[in-house]
């Protein structure tokens, strides 16, 4: 089992900046993907970056150039800075944990709420 804890949401002015971060414990494998979805409401839940152990990153298009992604494999926490937010990007944001292997179990924390007032 892993357990992911997730903190830094909160209510921001569009164009601000946030920083959340997650922490996972447990039965950590070295090699891994750590990253983050988020879910508007009534939307469905989106990829929003990972990155690997190995520190290779992917992002949505939507954020690309305004979000980072980072980690500290010693805490085995994982960072997502964001900046220049808008509205669109208000969502509840799920860190996420599963090892590379196909086919391998997800666990996800319990979500940070961000909201961006326009």
């Known amino acids: 089992q892993v357990q992911l804890v997730e903190s830094g ?3 921001v002015q569009a164009g601000g900046s946030l920083r959340l971060s997650c922490v996972a414990s447990g039965s950590i494998f070295s ?12 939307k469905q839940r989106e990829l ?14 939507s954020v690309k150039g305004r979000f980072t992604i980072s980690r500290d494999s010693a805490k ?15 969502a509840v944001y799920y860190c996420y944990y599963r090892k590379t ?18």
């Open 31 to 42: 090699i891994n993907v750590m990253g983050w979805y988020r879910q508007a409401p009534g």
């Open 48 to 61: 929003v970056a990972g990155i690997t152990s190995g520190g290779s990153t992917n992002y949505a298009d």
């Open 9 to 11: 949401g909160g209510l």
């Open 101 to 118: 292997l196909p086919g391998s179990l997800v666990y996800w924390g319990q979500g940070t709420q961000v909201t961006v007032s326009s």
């Open 76 to 90: 085995y926490a994982v960072y997502l800075q964001m900046n220049s937010l808008n509205a669109e990007d208000t």
